[in-house]
């Protein structure tokens, strides 16, 4: 009998021994692709895939007033790089100020360069967010003001200050903020009903996205480093010295603008 119960315990331990390696293995299993994930979530990641929404508790400690500076507390850090967009942005509008009272050239630079700043922060917004698994509950409303500071009156006032002036000029750049201002606000209402991928990413953006100005503002960057500014501006002034004189170049803006708010312009995302 000795013998007997012997083996017996040597077949259930061989069983437990198997057990503990096979749980061990499908640990590993679950691990691997998680681990996986995480090395692949970086700055530099091109992953746009939605992150969960903020839970319940996100959203009872931003609506509370329990404590001193209680919205500041809650913000994430995506947050903090999303106003340092809209802080950009507002830093190239002063740039142009500067510019038009000074007359120095490398204000416009600095102007131009605050702007493509910008462009870096709304990129890295994100992707921090992703990185550190967390979802802001506003970070999407504030992603789109910084969008509108940066890409879009920063890039009207930049055309201002280099010489698109007159009147109807001006009624053009604020058509191009008013269509970037009509397009982040549709985007904002209408993310959640546009079709999805299997990853949860939309298909597609409706209109040209806020950021696509950026390319108007390379072609100003080009105009101030080559000089033609003012009355050196391409194509001149039609009608200059009666009503409704205008810089041809301004139609850029208007078409751009067109563009934002198209609904039939379908881009896909990459």
């Given at each position: 009998m000795s013998k007997v119960t012997k083996?017996?315990?040597d077949r259930a331990s061989s069983r437990c021994a198997s057990d503990v390696g096979s749980s061990s293995d499908s640990e590993s299993d679950i691990d691997i692709p998680e681990r996986r994930l995480r090395r692949s979530s970086s700055l530099l990641s091109f992953d746009t895939s939605p992150l969960a929404p903020p839970n319940e508790t996100d959203i009872a400690n931003f609506t509370s007033d329990a404590h001193h500076f209680s919205m500041i507390r809650n913000l994430h850090m995506a947050d903090y790089i999303t106003?340092?967009?809209?802080?950009s942005g507002f830093y190239s509008i002063i740039s142009c100020l500067r510019f038009t009272l000074t007359g120095k050239p490398h204000y416009m630079q600095r102007a131009y360069f605050f702007i493509f700043l910008g462009m870096c922060f709304d990129f890295l917004d994100g992707r921090?967010?992703?990185l550190r698994h967390r979802s802001s509950l506003m970070g999407q409303e504030l992603d789109s003001?910084?969008?509108?500071?940066?890409f879009g009156v920063a890039p009207a006032t930049t055309a201002f200050a280099i010489g698109i002036q007159s009147t109807l000029d001006v009624f053009v750049l604020s058509f191009f903020v008013l269509c970037g201002l009509a397009r982040l606000a549709r985007f904002n209402v209408t993310v959640g009903q546009l079709p999805k991928d299997l990853t949860g990413k939309s298909k597609f953006f409706e209109g040209f996205p806020m950021p696509t100005s950026l390319v108007l503002v390379l072609l100003m960057v080009c105009l101030v480093a080559k000089g033609l500014i003012f009355d050196k501006l391409p194509f001149g002034i039609v009608r200059e010295g009666q009503y409704f004189e205008f810089h041809p170049i301004v139609l850029l803006?208007?078409?751009h603008g067109c563009g934002m708010i198209s609904k039939s312009m379908k881009i896909?995302?990459?």
């Open positions: 083996r017996n315990n106003m340092l967009n809209g802080f921090v967010a992703r003001l910084a969008d509108l500071v940066s803006f208007f078409i896909p995302k990459l």
